[in-house]
């Protein structure tokens, strides 16, 4: 399947765009279903994201009560922790609008029930996507309407760090991450398998340092050395970049979304 490539301006136009983006989508599938899903993602664009759907007025549109909120992956911290994306998440948009708090599905936090265990943490949650799982997902987690990704300079996405063990994990939906070159080095993420399970994936990324890393990701690269060349979507990626993270893409393959 091939990715769409969007290229805005810079990260506020990139954060407004993306928020828009999700009220159309989240909109459209509620409207057929009744509910919606999403798995959201940390970084400063990820959350920059948030805050502008936070504020725009057209987030009314959005039944909130009806839409599951996941996450691709978690720093393995206290509840409340300022560097939790749970936490960021929170402050940016959820205790601004009026979700169910049932269908927040947090990942544990390290003074959980499962203590300071980052293996029974995951099995937690890969028990709740098993749960919220339907027959016609056709796996162990459920077929995400949109799954938001960032991508690191190293073009790592989630906690999926190149060549790192949780990489190549192909049974189990959630896995503990321990010795991660970024800190924290304790997490919890989503695998590819599970990634590959949404249907739709949005890859958004900003900035010089992601170049590279875009660049590989989009040219062939595997994802053994390149994460986020695995992360596609059933029925449809998307690439929402900024300019200077498109910067080393050829004029064919981006497309320029605003001026």
Do not use: C
Not at 175 to 204: D, Y
Not at 207 to 229: M, N
Not at 234 to 255: C, N, V
């Amino acid at each position: 399947m091939t990715a769409t490539v969007l290229v805005h301006r810079d990260p506020p136009t990139l954060a407004a765009a993306i928020a828009a983006r999700l009220v159309t989508r989240l909109v459209d599938v509620q409207a057929a279903t009744g509910r919606a899903s999403i798995v959201l993602t940390g970084g400063s664009l990820g959350i920059a994201t948030l805050a502008a759907l936070a504020d725009m007025p057209a987030r009314a549109a959005i039944d909130w009560r009806n839409l599951d909120i996941w996450w691709g992956d978690e720093r393995f911290l206290p509840a409340g922790h300022a560097d939790r994306n749970e936490t960021q998440a929170r402050a940016a948009l959820l205790d601004k609008v009026g979700v169910d708090p049932e269908r927040v599905h947090a990942m544990p936090a390290s003074d959980g029930p499962d203590g300071d265990d980052p293996e029974a943490a995951a099995a937690r949650y890969a028990a709740a996507l098993k749960s919220a799982a339907r027959p016609e997902d056709h796996g162990l987690a459920p077929a995400f309407d949109v799954m938001l990704l960032g991508v690191g300079p190293d073009g790592h996405v989630a906690s999926l760090f190149p060549e790192k063990p949780a990489l190549y994990e192909e049974v189990r939906s959630v896995v503990g991450v321990r010795n991660s070159p970024k800190p924290p080095p304790t997490r919890i993420s989503l695998t590819l398998p599970t990634i590959r399970g949404a249907k739709e994936v949005w890859l958004v990324v900003a900035g010089e340092d992601k170049a590279s890393a875009v660049h590989l990701a989009l040219s062939g690269t595997g994802p053994v050395q390149i994460p986020a060349a695995g992360a596609v979507g059933r029925s449809r990626t998307l690439w929402l970049l900024d300019r200077a993270a498109a910067a080393k893409l050829p004029a064919s393959l981006a497309r320029a979304a605003s001026p």
